[in-house]
Each structure stands twice: as C-alpha cells, then as structure tokens.
C-alpha cells in the first residue's frame, strides 16, 4: 500500500532553444534517445516521507557521441533530493546529439523532470 500510495509519475519533457541567428534547416537541438534504455530516477525516500514533489529543469551538455558531458541545475524543484535523483538518473541516459550543418555538434540542451506522488 505505501508504495502505491507514493507512486511517482515522472515527466519529462525537453525544452528547446536555439538563438535565431544559429537557427538552420539541417540544425537540431539534443534530445533523449528514445531507442535507448533510460531508467525512470527513483523517488527518494526522505522525499516520499515528506510529500515533496516539484518540477526541476537541468541544463545538459551533450557530446557528439550522445553522452552527458557535464550538467548543472537550471531551476530547483525547491528540493535538493528532487534535483539530485533526477540529474543522476538523466546523467546515465543517452541522447540524440544535435546537428549543426547537418553534422552531429556539442551543445547544451535542457530537461524538466515533474515529480508527483500518486
């Protein structure tokens, strides 16, 4: 019952943002790889006591091979947990890199998670 009381629903949903001066046809931003497993973070149990939920976004470096090159926290969901577990579960995922003249290019890209509690 406690975990199906406290089930989280985990939402992610890329932000886009490109400078309109960088903005081509062949030019894409970073995006997860769908194709590729990535593991839903765990809730943390500290935020599961204390009804925590909120949403995080998280800047990612992606490098031309699709691996997180360095990450930082763009807004807090206003808990430290929350931030924590989402960037270290994102950090393990693989992305799409973006494309810069049709040729695969580091950029950094952002990620909000929406943690719930069901």
């Known amino acids: ?52 939920k909120g949403t995080v976004t998280l800047g990612f470096l ?8 360095e990450s930082k926290i763009e807004k807090t969901s206003g808990f430290k947990n929350l931030d924590k577990a989402a960037m270290n579960s994102l950090n393990l995922c693989k992305f799409k890199p973006a494309t810069k003249d049709g040729k695969p290019d580091q950029a950094w890209t952002k990620v909000e998670y929406t943690w719930k509690l069901d």
Request: proline letters at 5%; charged letters at 15%; a negative charge.
């Open 62 to 69: 992606i490098a031309v091979d699709g691996h997180v090159v």
């Open 1 to 52: 019952m406690f975990k199906s009381m406290y089930l989280s629903t985990l939402f992610v949903s890329l932000l886009t943002m490109l400078a309109a001066n960088q903005a081509m046809a062949a030019d894409s931003v970073a995006t997860l790889d769908a194709k590729a497993p990535c593991e839903k973070p765990a809730y943390p149990r500290a935020s599961l006591v204390n009804e925590e």
